[in-house]
């Protein structure tokens, strides 16, 4: 069934992109003739929460105050975004301008859907300027497909308090001295048996766990796309995990603490230290006013600094008629003003060095450790079919991690199936 509807999804995308090409050739940086009514341009987003919603709509609004002969209509899809936007190209619907996640475009590239933006580019527009890691997910065949309009790498967040009361004086800079640090924060205050402050707090997830498989040489995935996660080395990173959960007893996922995210587990004081990225900064300020915290690069794993970074670009459909306009869109969201008004709150980290610079992130003491993790950060990427491969690592490495079988056997079998299920969607 699933191998039926992306195969039906590809044929569909390609026939309509083959109509509009010959219906309607536009050369890029072309300007429409000049109308009575604005240009009317689709922009597709989510929304993480109602700051950045609104946030966004300022940054919008000081667009159509430069560039009057353009409308941006701007529609928010918080509820099954891709799959939203997937349907749109079947119907010939989809926006103009989109949000576009690192993890979905090696996808989206492949199937010709994107416009490439190199032809837009100018010199002023000052392409080096960007993080070239981060500009580099959105690269396919030589051709830019999107501008990454802002990222966040994971950093270690530690409460000061728990710090102090268990005589550390400074945050973990290995994963060794992380374990033995947990091992002093883990406490049951009742002596009751149950522990009521953790050491760490674990997110067994494929992309939690990635930078710990590269970190001994392992792979997530091949160069033609499939799983490849199960290796010896990958094994020796996870094997980590696994030994602190089980052996140590030091570290413990939300479901353990009746919490819905690590940084609420945080939070509410029952894990000392968690990795968490640059979004937990103004949740933990705003909804725990009290917690006294504070951040570190994360620790380096077998002698290697290692880090995830995660972002999201500024994307064009390939078919829309309106590509002049669609740029001049992208090219402001994602210009010096556009991105240094959208990163003054510090929800999100500017992909610009010079807009960071600006902002003074890199001397700021809370935000300096995630710009620092991006010159060695390990992209979100796992191939064209991300959900296969996340789905099927997730699901198998948890049972591992909570001693339902062993972590060979998980991991084999994770790498097998998703493995079984990429070949018959290709």
């Avoid at 230290?273 to 994360?298: C, D, Q, S």
Wanted: charged share 20%; net charge negative; proline share 5%.
């Amino acid at each position: 069934m699933i191998s039926n509807v992306w195969k039906f999804l590809q044929v569909v995308v390609a026939i309509a992109i083959a109509f509009t090409l010959t219906a309607c050739q536009e050369l890029p940086g072309a300007i429409a003739p000049t109308a009575t009514a604005p240009v009317i341009v689709k922009l597709s987003s989510w929304a993480a929460n109602p700051v950045e919603q609104k946030l966004l709509k300022q940054v919008l609004n000081d667009f159509k105050v430069q560039h009057p002969g353009i409308k941006v209509k701007h529609e928010v899809i918080n509820d099954q975004y891709m799959d939203v936007i997937k349907t749109r190209f079947i119907g010939e619907a989809a926006p103009d301008v989109f949000y576009l996640d690192a993890l979905e475009a090696p996808f989206f590239m492949s199937q010709d859907v994107l416009e490439p933006l190199e032809g837009y580019i100018k010199p002023e527009f000052d392409l080096a300027d960007f993080q070239e890691t981060l500009l580099d997910s959105f690269k396919y065949q030589n051709h830019i497909y999107g501008l990454p309009k802002d990222y966040s790498t994971l950093a270690l967040f530690y409460n000061k308090q728990a710090f102090a009361a268990a005589n550390l004086s400074s945050p973990p800079t290995t994963w060794d001295e992380l374990r033995s640090d947990s091992k002093l924060l883990t406490v049951d205050r009742n002596q009751d048996g149950r522990i009521d402050q953790y050491g760490f707090g674990e997110t067994p997830e494929l992309a939690r766990q990635a930078y710990k498989i590269k970190a001994f040489g392992g792979q997530l995935v091949t160069e033609n796309g499939y799983a490849a996660f199960a290796s010896e080395a990958s094994l020796q990173g996870l094997q980590l995990t696994v030994d602190q959960y089980q052996k140590d007893c030091t570290s413990a996922q939300k479901s353990d603490v009746g919490t819905n995210s690590g940084s609420e587990m945080f939070g509410q004081g029952k894990a000392a230290m968690v990795i968490e990225g640059n979004w937990a900064i103004p949740y933990l300020r705003e909804t725990f006013p009290k917690l006294e915290f504070a951040t570190a690069e994360m620790p380096s794993i077998n002698n290697k600094k290692v880090t995830m970074v995660f972002t999201v670009a500024y994307v064009m459909n390939k078919q829309t008629k309106h590509k002049a306009e669609a740029w001049e869109l992208i090219s402001y969201l994602t210009g010096f003003e556009g991105m240094q008004k959208w990163s003054a709150m510090g929800i999100a980290l500017p992909t610009r060095k010079s807009v960071a610079e600006k902002l003074g992130y890199e001397k700021d003491l809370m935000r300096s450790p995630f710009i620092a993790g991006v010159n060695y950060a390990i992209p979100w990427q796992v191939g064209k079919y991300p959900a296969v491969i996340v789905n099927n690592f997730d699901n198998q490495f948890v049972s591992a991690m909570l001693g339902q079988q062993p972590l060979k056997q998980a991991i084999v079998r994770s790498q097998t199936e998703a493995n079984k299920q990429i070949k018959a969607m290709e």
